[in-house]
């Protein structure tokens, strides 16, 4: 395998087969079920993609820009179901000569601009130059758009100092400082660093806590946009009935911790998964009804972050802070 060049000509990738899909598709699978999904399974599917982003932010000094839920594929080994990160088409490197030690975070992102746009889709743009991947599910990207000059056109790839791709993604796992207007507009000189992947990651946490896509009730992305630039966040339940099951200890303090508005409060993700291993899996299983006590006067899907933390959010902050 891999010896022989094929017939055409072309260059061919052989990748491991994720016969189990994607996460979101197995959260959403769980929610039907009488079983739903344990968190013994959950906290080890968290784990593995923590530590699949801790290398590509560590190691390769990389951000992905596009962590979700359906960017994880998932595969059984030894009877255990694992998660892998893919799809790093919107990925981008840090430059070495350009890293800094930061205080709290990963660097502030002067990223690599590719002289030639992804592929284009057969999905339909809007007038903000939004598109919307599928009909049936949220799921809206920002347009990737290139950047070309007469000189880059000697090279694939070209570093830009000043140029700050921001305004690529999916737009209900962008982070507050990928969405403002600026942003948007690919300005040059927006920065941001590799806690929007830490931001993505908390919505992730809590599809594994609620079963459904983050989101998923709003039809148009102007509609997340404008809720996430105020500080809002999806709701938690009112209560915990199967197939859902109260969280861990803990588990919604890093959720908010990950999601937080601002970047520098974001942890890495070797804290994350620090954070995660720790988690006590045993005391969600018992409960039935716990958080969103609080929650009924809130109107859906306009939760902050300071309404969905736990009682021991501040230890947590603390434990981070420390490991800093």
Known sequence: MGKRPPLSGNIFVVIELMENGDLLSAFEKAAKSKKGMSWEVRKTLMYDIADGMEYIHETLQSIHRDLKSENVLLREVGGVLRAKVSDFGLSRIVPEKKKKTPKRLGTTMSLFTSNTSRSSTSSKRDS???????????????????????????????FSEALMTSARGTVAYMAPELLSREALRNDTGISYSQSVDSYAFGLILWEALCFRRAWGDFKFSTQVIDRVTEGLRPSL???YNPPLLAPPKGFNALMTICWH???????????????????????GVAKRTAAGRSLGAKPK???????????????LEVELAEML
């Open 128 to 158: 903000s130059g939004i598109e919307a991947q599928g009909s049936d599910r949220f799921d809206e990207m920002i347009s990737d758009v290139s950047t070309t000059s007469a000189s880059s056109k000697k090279s694939s790839l070209r």
């Open 237 to 239: 339940p009112k209560s």
């Open 261 to 283: 508005q601002k970047p520098e409060m974001r942890p890495k993700f070797t804290q994350i998964k620090a954070a995660i291993a720790s988690l006590d899996v045993e005391s």
């Open 301 to 315: 899907h306009s939760l902050t972050a300071s309404d969905v933390r736990d009682e021991d959010t501040s230890a």
